[in-house]
């Protein structure tokens, strides 16, 4: 059953709708569905464009997924980098469409030869699964974190409940103090910051200088220049808070963060969650950069403050700043073009600069 890819416009809401219904009536094990919105490419003066594309089959819509076109870096040349986000096939609840998901991987691999899709879970999950069949590279993003709040990170942190002697030894250490003490002594920070805060309210030209001297140590990244940013992480978004770090009144980095109050979280339980989106800095102040961002996590009132990111400089510079590398969920699959682009670059898959904000990665937190 060949499909045909088109991009989403309003001559087929009502199929989309009916795909909807469809998967809805079966109790698809989904979290979303396809946009019944998302009809046209939207396109802003950062000249990043996204686009729902539906998997069609003779008018009736079979799938979709989601393209976000950026332009970014590859081994120093520039590119348009294509994510995928929220791929979706009628294969899930009806197995006469099976072969769905492969042809919008397939679809996805063609468009670019840098297309990469973030998130997804565990490797066990289905789509990590179809993309390593068809080729492509998986590799866990890095995960790291740190306590602000040690007795709340006791009681609310769902893995240490999962058990009757597990919630014990939490609540030993929470009671008795022991855990703060274990945790402080961790989590010490390496790093000596001369460097100040300024928050800011908006991406400044601040923004631009520093990408134009940081992209080069990257093998592969979106830009991360001023307009990029303010369609990536808009001020306008009461969550974004954005930190700049500057020596004297010289800009030598910059963070951008969410500050959320969890409820009954999976895995967070109901504590204050510092999360840090992304980062950039001059080559040198990553480590600097990393210490004053969770800082100001800490004095916003943030139980645990967490990053996701590939880039090994910046994994360092966390691990010197006092957190701890953790378990991760987070996945970065590449097809197999860019996969060899950034393994054709010495050291290329430890400079690539993915972070929790890149696609949807940011949706739960």
């Not at 003066?45 to 332009?71: C, H, K, N, W, Y």
């Not at 294969?91 to 063609?110: C, E, H, P, T």
């Not at 490797?123 to 709040?149: E, I, Q």
């Not at 701890?324 to 699959?333: D, E, F, K, Q, W």
Request: aromatic letters at 8%; proline letters at 5%.
């Amino acid at each position: 059953m060949p499909l045909t890819f088109l991009p989403s416009s309003p001559e087929y809401g009502d199929a989309i709708a009916d795909f909807n219904r469809r998967l809805r009536e079966k109790n698809a094990p989904t979290a979303f569905l396809l946009s019944e919105d998302l009809m046209r490419d939207e396109e802003t003066a950062s000249t990043i464009r996204r686009q729902q594309f539906l998997a069609m089959d003779s008018g009736a819509v079979r799938g979709g997924v989601i393209e976000l076109d950026q332009p970014g870096r590859l081994n120093g040349a520039s590119i348009r980098a294509l994510n995928y986000q929220s791929p979706l096939s009628e294969g899930i609840v009806d197995s006469k469409y099976a072969s769905v998901g492969l042809q919008i991987v397939r679809f996805m691999q063609n468009r670019s030869p840098a297309a990469y899709i973030v998130g997804m879970g565990s490797t066990s999950n289905p789509l990590p699964r179809l993309l390593k069949a068809a080729g492509w590279n998986l590799v866990d993003m890095p995960f790291l974190f740190r306590v602000h709040k040690a007795g709340a990170f006791l009681r609310e942190l769902q893995p240490l409940r999962a058990s009757s002697p597990k919630r014990l030894a939490a609540d030993l250490a929470r009671w008795t103090g022991l855990g703060a003490v274990a945790l402080a002594m961790k989590q010490r920070s390496r790093i000596k910051t001369r460097a100040t805060v300024r928050i800011q309210k908006g991406w400044g030209d601040w923004a631009d200088e520093l990408w134009s001297r940081a992209w080069e140590g990257c093998s592969f990244a979106v830009d991360r220049d001023r307009k990029s940013l303010e369609w990536m992480y808009p001020p306008s978004d009461p969550r974004t808070h954005i930190f700049l770090i500057e020596r004297g009144s010289d800009p030598v980095g910059w963070g951008v963060c969410f500050d959320t109050q969890m409820k009954n979280s999976r895995y967070f339980g109901n504590m204050r969650v510092g999360s840090i989106l992304d980062c950039v800095a001059l080559p040198g102040s990553e480590a600097e950069t990393a210490a004053l961002v969770d800082r100001q996590l800490g004095l916003r009132g943030c139980d645990l403050a967490l990053v996701n990111h590939s880039h090994s400089q910046w994994v360092n510079a966390f691990k010197l700043a006092g957190f701890s590398r953790g378990p991760s969920n987070y996945l970065l699959g590449m097809s197999k073009r860019l996969a060899e682009a950034v393994r054709s670059s010495p050291g290329g898959e430890d400079r690539m600069h993915i972070t929790r904000g890149d696609g949807d990665g940011r949706v739960n937190l």
